[in-house]
């Protein structure tokens, strides 16, 4: 059914504006519809646990050694270790900034209660929901290692800086600077390879922490202890030795580099007492702690539903609405021009409704008939037309 030209020029009038809009959205989805998305989720909340690799030295000083009577220090050798961290989101948070708390406990698991729980903190930060850096506000977050006699923990305010629980959006292949909680301190996070953890791209980054004394940056009571030189099992009888708690450590993160996920990590831990930082004496504990199985997978799967999401709206819509809206305008364009364009210009005829010399008309073109016009009573209401020849 053809379309009168009133309602093409609707029509083409239509298409055009449809096209030219869908053609805006396509330049503004990626944008700013991803410039919004690409922001850590409010609604975080990650647990991650670590185990000491079987195949690799792990180490735990017994701390009832230490205050047993007639007993020195005892070094356990093959300990069964995991790490658990549990992530949230807090308040203060809001559109730009959020602000994270993560509380890690690690624990020998041949032991139960809290006999076998070898270091436990609270760690909170604010950072930038983009970038992942701390805030500039000063303090931005704190650390509780210690509690009172209630069993509540005491934080003490702590300036972070740099990276610490996940990378920027678009994480690049370069050195980030990375903040150890237990060092307070923040070193390189180098990159070392790009490579794949079950068919997804991550880069590969290490950090070495070096051998920080722990007195020096919290007052926890294990980090330095004063005890007779025999119990630490080193010459000097019952002459008091103070041996002062050091840490060092190398870790590795895979991280996914479109959202910046840390997909997988590991730490090797090296902490031990000493009199000075360049000569261990007492192994406190030595393990090297992996994400495990279940660990690595949930977090895959984090990162690929923020994939999916990102090409959604970076790639996937802005193609279809160009090529939609281009369709669209074309169309438009082409029913509007077709639509100024008239059917056949109809014949044009004298005043009495004859056609004008010159035109060509059959001897035996069929009867026509024309209306009486008002006020003719005696027009004929059919005229007929004669060959010349009669």
């Known amino acids: 059914m053809a379309l009168s030209a009133g309602t093409r020029r609707t029509v083409a009038c239509v298409l055009v504006g449809l096209g030219a809009l869908l053609i ?3 330049l503004m989805i990626p944008t700013y519809t991803v410039s919004k998305m690409a922001k850590t989720p409010l609604d975080l909340e990650i ?8 195949d690799q030295e ?4 017994d701390s009832s050694s230490l205050t047993a009577p007639g007993r020195s220090a005892e070094v356990n050798e093959n300990v069964p270790l995991v790490s658990q961290r549990f992530l949230t989101v807090e308040d203060p948070s809001n559109a730009d900034e959020m602000t994270i708390q993560a509380g890690n406990t690690l624990r020998r698991i041949d032991k139960s209660g809290d006999t076998g729980v070898l270091t436990a903190y609270v760690d909170r930060v604010t950072i930038d929901r983009k970038s992942g850096e701390p805030v500039a506000a000063d ?3 704190s650390i509780a290692i210690t509690t009172n006699s209630k069993g509540e923990s005491l934080a003490d305010p702590v300036q972070h800086t740099g990276l610490q629980y996940r990378f920027p959006i678009g994480t690049e292949k370069k050195t980030y600077p990375y903040f150890d909680v237990l060092a307070r301190t923040t070193t390189d996070m180098e990159f070392l390879e790009e490579t794949e953890i079950n068919g997804t791209k991550v880069y590969h980054f290490r950090q070495n922490v070096p051998v920080t004394k722990l007195a020096d940056v919290s007052k926890a009571p294990t980090n330095q202890l004063e005890l007779p030189a025999a119990k630490w099992g080193v010459e000097g009888g019952e002459e008091p030795v103070t041996m002062y708690r050091f840490y060092g450590n190398t870790r590795d993160v895979w991280v996914e580099p479109e959202t910046g996920t840390i997909v997988k990590g590991g730490e090797q831990l090296n902490i031990f007492y000493g009199r000075t930082a360049d000569k261990p004496e007492v ?7 992996v994400f495990d199985t279940d660990t690595v997978e949930s977090q895959l799967a984090v990162a690929k539903d923020n994939i999916d999401q990102l090409s959604l709206f970076g790639r996937v819509l802005p193609i279809v609405f160009g090529i939609i809206g281009v369709l669209a305008l074309i169309a438009g ?9 008239s059917g056949n210009p109809a014949r044009p005829t004298g005043p009495s409704g004859r056609r004008p010399s010159g035109s060509s008309v059959a001897a035996s073109e069929a009867p026509t008939t024309t209306l009486p016009r008002q006020g003719d009573a005696d027009a004929p209401t059919e005229t007929i037309k004669l060959p010349k020849n009669l």
């Open 24 to 26: 805006v959205a396509a």
């Open 139 to 141: 303090p931005n977050g």
């Open 58 to 61: 792990s180490l735990v000083l």
């Open 333 to 341: 364009i082409a029913l509007g021009v077709l639509g100024g364009r």
């Open 47 to 54: 647990t991650t646990v670590a185990v000491n690799q079987k």
């Open 283 to 289: 192994p406190a504990l030595k393990a090297n702690m």
